[in-house]
């Protein structure tokens, strides 16, 4: 595996170094260790060596300077608004591919085919078993309540999971009603956002707040973490919707590089990845939805039950981001 990245840094560090035949480089936003079965799997199936670099801010801008020397075949991220980033930036290419529009539903991938989800996540509430009642919080609006003051944990509102959601309710609402969620919000946290979504099923666990928000895939990571599981195990998920709406989704998706020096074998893997197995992976390794239709939920996964998913689209989503950020900057969130 360190070699593997050593070899990648060297051809970040001087793109004159000739591509490697029947290798993919990838540009990614999520963390390497969670995507590794997946590519474990994909050379073990296919001999195609995959290496990957883990990019956390300033991709678009990365692949704008490195232009057509780019050594990255395809971009992984976690986010829509990170997807449209870099297809409004102009680093990606379409991909017409019979197999990607069969395997993917058309709600989960871009009409001008630049970009393609892979998984869904809902972003939901942790509550605590033991001192938040069945039923007591039901929406993303009910977070405002005055009874949650002092009570709420939450990471970063300035991160990508947070700026989706407050865009959602910007969708949802108007900029008026948004401004004063968020200062609402604000004005109900236990502390101040830091962390990830982990950090705040940590703070439940000890006492420090009673609800918090977080992604669905981390509370089935942490279940099966020894070190962490006790923690998860003080904690229930609870599948808030907005008023009139439903649960908040958003996906995990992958885009190819207008560069892409490995196109063909690129290809490979953005449909193998789309394929049964790799949403099975997907599902019983990350706790994540898979998004090809027939493939369960992994059973812990299904044991918190059914939900109805938001009616608004990832387009809309995502559009409503720059405004939904710039609120979120207004209220002075994390301050």
């Known amino acids: 595996m360190k070699l593997r990245f050593s070899l990648f840094a060297l051809a970040l560090a001087s793109t004159a170094l000739p591509a490697l035949a ?20 994909f050379s073990k199936e ?26 990255a075949d395809l971009i992984l991220t976690v986010d829509i608004a990170r997807l449209m ?34 998984t869904a996540r809902a972003r939901i ?28 944990c939450t990471r970063s509102g300035t991160n990508d999971y947070n700026v989706a959601l407050t865009g959602a309710i910007l969708a949802h609402h108007d900029a008026a009603y948004t401004k004063t969620w968020l200062e ?12 990830g979504d982990r950090d705040q099923v940590k703070a439940i666990w000890a006492g420090e707040c009673d609800i918090a928000i977080g992604n669905t895939y981390y509370l089935g990571q942490m ?8 923690w998860a195990d003080s904690v229930r998920p609870v599948f808030a919707v907005f008023e009139g709406g439903g649960t908040h989704m958003n996906i995990s998706g992958v885009a190819m590089t207008k560069s892409a020096p490995n196109h063909d074998a690129a290809l490979k893997l953005m449909e193998w990845l ?42 809309e989503v995502a559009a409503a981001r720059p405004e939904a950020l710039k609120l979120i900057e207004e209220v002075d969130f994390d301050n």
């Open 85 to 118: 980033e870099v297809v409004n930036a102009g680093v990606t290419q379409p991909v017409d591919s019979a197999v990607l529009e069969k395997n993917i539903p058309a709600e989960y991938r871009d009409p001008g085919k630049q970009w393609f989800g892979l």
């Open 184 to 195: 609402g919000l604000k004005a109900n946290l236990a502390r101040k956002p830091n962390g």
């Open 223 to 230: 279940l099966n973490d020894p070190e962490q599981k006790e």
């Open 46 to 71: 296919t001999g195609i060596t995959v290496n990957i670099a883990f990019v956390d801010k300033g991709m678009a801008e990365r692949l704008v300077a490195e232009g057509d020397r780019s050594p």
């Open 274 to 315: 789309s394929s049964d197995e790799a949403q099975h992976i997907y599902a019983e390794t990350n706790y994540e939805f898979p998004i090809e239709a027939g493939v369960e939920r992994s059973a812990l996964v299904q044991s918190w039950g059914s939900f109805t998913p938001d009616s608004l689209t990832l387009a």
């Open 22 to 41: 029947e290798e993919v480089n990838i540009y990614s936003h999520r963390q390497p260790e969670l995507i590794q079965p997946l590519i474990d799997a």
């Open 125 to 152: 509430v942790y509550a605590s078993k033991e001192r938040v009642a069945d039923g007591e919080i039901t929406t993303y609006e009910d977070l405002v309540n005055p009874k949650w003051k002092g009570r709420i």
